[in-house]
């Protein structure tokens, strides 16, 4: 289909611009271009190593380079572009289209919005990446039709979104939905942001990993230490359901309390936005999906008052690692759609 | 100027409805009805006890009872009434204009909104009294032309409100944004609503009043104990602020310390919604606010990251008790446009 477009266009006849959608998701390790149709059918891909420590300049050419081998695959020309949206790690100045801080790609105050619209002559929309996953499963997910959607997304750190009417919540100028960085607990765990009892500290994979180095280390979890040993880098989310579904009941408990931290997180956030529905999605989640909704869900009931306990759900996210891509493409759409009318 | 409206009307020339608005500020203590005109200005007002014992049907008919008292003491008619808004304890259906919960009045779904309605026959907006207020201050007070207003009141409990671009942020049909009843700490102090390391456990003015009956009892706080003995209920605001005038530093350290932990609280917020203005209101913070304002704004800066640490203020509230009903009316004139328009 994408080959008759450019035909057509090389022929000169019927172009219409701004039929496609670029939609990118800018990753610590990895950045997923899609190109998206009218309808934000996904009729191309193309994937790459990020690889942040070639500093901003060799990034940048990185982004716009996978960008232009998926026009050129897939026949698309930039004058069929309608607009780019980009979800970046950190938090972003959505006005601007600037990545404030983005610790991995040891990112800072980097203008990509401005820097994508020169190259590629089409509107740009920079969003914070965890926004756009939520957004894509409020558009074409588990969150579909939901008044108030809010995703929470449990990995290295804990990152959250929320889609509230249609739109994505943010500041004046920042993007927000720090949901790993509240404080629910005067633990004196510290988070990698150097915060003590949030979220974050109390729940993510790296604390889960670090409980789990322990157990394996005091022979308390003999499934997880075969698939493993005690080197908390090998206690990736699947390694962590494989030891589970072999009997490690240890590790399921530790497991379990981090999803517990989850939902205490949850109720706190129905008690503010009320949200309809909360959709969790990650790696971890990912590899353990019954049992985060289930004891997310049963833990945020139980902290809730009565009047709220029928007015959510849980639901494991469901568009995997295309959730951020597309999010950003449907955002960039809806925002353009928006500034025009 | 509302006589001579009157007499237009009984002359039956240049009658034009809709030119008044009722807010109604409904509290476990008393209740406030203010008469406002097409500018919002207040041009009567009337206020009497809520006596909540008497039970539901009593207390619907004191409502009745004030508005019909304000109507005529203003010489307007039911006819020039466009609009009715109602702030009302406790968590509120709002799209169907019912109290789910008012524990001081012992309201338990009470259709206020299709009852007020009958009556006058106009419409009527039923909102929660904190979200009427943090709107009352949005529109006319301390919160003018924020992106987003986080309003917290602290008192015997905490509430909270959000005017989020314009908009009282709610659930789908269940009002939200109950600030006292986030989880912001692992201690085991419990709150009215039985929760444990909430907000409102932590910091309410009832909490403050025990700790400061304690310092008293044990010698602690000799202008306290002169002004209110050990008895829990003597430890009202203006109280707490003589004892710090003069001189008590026990007292102002429990106060302080409380501050903090709305200091927490709003650092998560501003985490979750980068909130531009943050508006503090009720009666401690009226008897204390700049220790209020500057203990909360220091704590909240010391613990958002920093890029969200220049992009919020903290005020104090200015309407005083007029908050709610101003905020109510206006609620429902912005109600009654969308939805004509």
Partial sequence: M???????????????PGRYWIGFDLGGTKMLALLLDEEFKV???????????EGVEEGLRRIEGIIEQLLEETHVTKEQIAGIGIGCPGPV???????????????HN??????LQKKFGCPVAVLNDVDAGVYGEYRFGAGIDAHCVLGIFPGTGIGG???YDGQIMHGKKLTCMEVGHIRISSSGRVSGAEMSGTLEAEASRLTIAAELAKLAFR???KHLMKLAGTDLSNMRSKVIAEAIKEGDEEVEKVVRRAAKEIGIAVANMVHLLCPDKIVLGGGLVEAMPNLFTEEVYSTARR????????????KAAVLGDDAGAMGAAAWAAMRTATKTS
Avoid: M, Q
């Fill in 303 to 314: 902290n809730v008052f009565d009047c709220y306990k029928d007015e959510f759900e849980v």
């Fill in 43 to 53: 009729v191309g891909r193309r994937r790459k190593k990020t690889k942040g420590h």
């Fill in 110 to 115: 980097v203008p990509v919005g401005d820097h």
């Fill in 219 to 221: 022979g308390e979890a």
């Fill in 161 to 163: 979104g929320c889609v």
């Fill in 93 to 107: 100045d959505w006005k601007k289209g600037i990545v404030k801080e983005a610790v991995n790609l040891k990112w």
């Fill in 2 to 16: 994408a080959i008759s477009e450019s035909a057509e266009i090389e022929a000169g006849t019927n172009v219409r």
